[in-house]
């Protein structure tokens, strides 16, 4: 039954034959492992299966989308993984004024418009009722990252080493936007602009509220499509992001990769080269954000209080609406509470590792180096 469930949710699924084809010949030096022979034949005739659609769409919608208006600029999540975003997203989209990018626009971006009830349908039964790597309830209506979306609209997603890992080189650097040429960056703003268009036509034009932890090392991009948009940074404490971070690659990994494994010391260079980057990204850009658009929160703060720290936001970032939402956040954050986090151990060698290589994470936010 595992294997099936594994088979159920390869977000790739979702992808257009022709951006199929191109990571195929992206990968072509690196064969596809035997072993997940079965999964790249499943994904291949699906993706195949499902083309009619993606066309059917393509011809109805595409004008429609290209000239939708997004009247109000989004209000973006920030962080790296495993740092509190998804709960902070979570509680802030229980506010009726904004749209999310949930499970059907991620998983099928190019088929949700045509297909979006069968989709529904279709993916609450075939979803897992939680999270592979911190048992986080999973639905079609909630947040998603929309990097998923990216990962099957163009070939310029890191998400994209979850199935290509003996190509991480290629793939890492689209997690911090390094070492890109201006033809792939004109070529990702005007993917993620469209599917943005794409979910506010089909949002009836809310404000998005948009939680991906790769636009954390985004942000000049990000103004230059939105120069209005409202941030909110969340930080943990680096030791605490490293080991969740491991698991969620000892967990996700597996599930999607199509080619050999690379082993334990590379993925761990890999994880460690993506989390440095993107914060040296993210300390660097940060100030292009206008004054009074970015608020930056610790995760400690968020769990101990969240009702203070979701009002402060709404407040510093002039926000409005917040007493309207108050009472389905507090459901939300009630209905959280018997949820227990993973917990974890640090080897000494390691953690004296991560001290080293984060320091500057470390010193920015005032976290001690004791785990």
């Known amino acids: ?35 997940s022979l079965p999964k790249f034949i499943y994904i291949t005739a699906v ?25 109000r600029d989004p209000v973006f999540v920030l962080g790296h993984w495993r740092s509190g975003t998804t709960y902070l997203v979570n509680m802030l989209s229980q506010d009726e004024q904004f749209g999310v990018t949930n499970a059907i626009h991620c ?112 942000v000049k991009q990000l103004l230059e499509l939105f120069p209005n948009a409202k941030f909110i940074h969340i930080y943990r404490n680096p030791y605490k992001v490293y080991v969740s971070t491991k698991r969620l690659y000892e967990k996700f990994f597996p599930v999607f990769e199509l080619q050999k494994p690379i082993p334990d010391e590379e993925a761990d260079e890999v994880q460690m080269d993506i989390y440095v980057n993107m914060y040296k990204k993210f300390f660097e850009e940060k100030h292009l954000i206008p004054e009074g658009n970015l608020v930056e929160v610790r995760y400690e703060d968020v769990v101990k209080d969240p009702m203070g720290c979701i009002e402060m936001i709404y ?46 994470t470390f010193r920015e936010w005032g976290y001690p180096k004791t785990f």
């Open 1 to 35: 039954m595992g294997y099936i469930r594994d088979l159920s949710i390869q977000f790739l699924l979702g992808c257009t034959l022709t951006n199929w084809i191109k990571l195929l010949w992206q990968n072509r030096d690196k064969p596809i492992y035997w072993k």
């Open 47 to 71: 993706i195949i299966l499902l083309t009619p659609f993606r066309i059917i769409e393509k011809l109805l919608f595409d004008i429609k989308v290209k000239n939708t208006r997004i009247d």
């Open 107 to 218: 998983f099928a971006p190019n088929m949700f418009l045509t297909c979006y009830k069968a989709l529904d349908w279709l993916l609450s039964r075939i979803l897992p009722k939680n999270r592979h790597m911190d048992n986080v309830p999973l639905d079609t209506v909630s947040s998603q990252e929309e990097e998923f979306a990216i990962a099957n609209m163009s070939t310029l997603s890191n998400y994209h080493l979850c199935f290509f890992p003996r190509n991480h080189k290629k793939y890492q650097k689209y997690a911090y936007f390094k070492d890109m040429t201006e033809e792939e960056i004109k070529e990702w703003k005007e993917k993620y602009l469209f599917l943005l268009k794409k979910v506010t036509y089909q949002q009836k034009g809310k404000r998005l509220l948009l939680k991906s932890p790769t636009n954390t090392s985004r």
């Open 315 to 360: 407040r510093r970032l002039g926000l409005e609406g917040f007493e309207k939402a108050r009472p389905r956040i507090e459901n939300y954050i009630e209905s959280q509470k018997g949820y227990k986090p993973n917990k974890y151990k640090l080897d000494p060698k390691v953690m004296q590792k991560i001290s080293k290589r984060y320091d500057f």
